[in-house]
């Protein structure tokens, strides 16, 4: 599959995607999130693939909605390749936020530069979040006389809490990476040419160590319980996701490795549905 406005490569078990537009700062387009959507179908369906780390060409990781088009940008809402929710079209954003979320892969972003509106919003997502040292941040919705969209009014307040995503929300201003680790929206920040190092080596970690199974399950476990009603209802899930993983091969292999003092050779294929429990997604994410 071939694109433009992004790239996609794998490389020893870990795909990267870059965003790839940067005479314009990486400006979020339809067709970049067409083609980011495609590129996650891509990584989900390659069982070589064990981690996903994302970052953007050049100077900045995504300034935001691309503005060329002037004040009328937001009116076309409806570019005639989306279906509509609740008697609206989908906010463009908002399907790739929910393609990640839905994603079998453990996502990395490797924030390198400016991250503002869906620039920031398209990471949350994401599993893990790492920063250049002078990346910098902004839910910049409310200056431009819209409201926050890829499902961040769900995801923000999870991740740093409803006080400090109200802060940056109601505020719009840009923020730079020391302050975006210490509201915990990032896990940490490094100088730039340490980036991608740092998250190749989390990447790596995670290849290496684990059962791909074992991480899809644990992810839609960890992204579900965020919304459970209960630690009672998470305990179900994990009842059902134990009973059915525990006696399987990687399981076994688990154990067995760990006895036996060697590398765990996992065999089991997340394309092959050996991952159980998969809520079903009303919108095809």
């Not at 989900?44 to 996903?52: G, L, T």
């Not at 990471?123 to 902004?138: E, H, K």
């Not at 769900?154 to 201003?173: C, D, K, N, Y």
């Not at 199974?213 to 209802?233: K, N, Y």
């Amino acid at each position: 599959m071939s694109f433009t406005q992004i790239e996609y490569g794998v490389t020893d078990g870990i795909a990267t995607l870059t965003l790839n537009r940067p005479e314009r700062l990486n400006a979020f387009t339809f067709t970049m999130r067409s083609e980011l959507i495609d590129a996650f179908d891509l990584a989900d369906a390659d069982d070589s693939v064990r981690a996903v780390v994302v970052t953007g060409a050049g100077r900045a990781f995504c300034a935001g909605a691309d503005l060329g088009g002037g004040g009328e940008t937001f009116s076309r809402a409806d570019d005639g390749r989306r279906e509509s929710v609740d008697g609206a079209p989908r906010d463009g954003g908002g399907t790739v936020a929910l393609r990640i979320a839905a994603s079998l892969k453990p996502v990395i972003g490797a924030i390198n530069g400016a991250a503002v509106g869906v620039g920031v919003t398209m990471t949350l997502p994401m599993d893990i979040r790492i920063a250049a040292d002078g990346a910098r941040f902004g839910f910049v919705f409310a200056r431009r006389g819209i409201v926050t969209e890829a499902a961040s009014s769900w995801f923000l307040p999870r991740i740093v809490g409803i006080s400090q995503a109200m802060e940056w929300a109601a505020t719009g201003r840009l923020f730079p990476a020391a302050e975006a680790l210490q509201g915990r929206l990032v896990s940490r920040v490094c100088p730039a040419d340490e980036l991608l190092p740092t998250a190749y080596a989390l990447a790596r970690e995670i290849a290496d160590n684990t059962s791909g199974v074992s991480v899809a399950a644990i992810r839609r476990l960890m992204w579900s319980g965020l919304s459970a009603a209960s630690p009672w209802e998470a305990h179900a899930a994990d009842s059902r996701l134990m009973a059915e993983l525990g006696g399987a091969a990687d399981a076994v292999e688990g154990v067995t490795s760990f006895l036996e003092k060697r590398p765990a050779r996992f065999t089991m294929k997340v394309s092959e549905a050996d991952v159980p429990f998969w809520p079903a997604d009303p919108y095809g994410d």
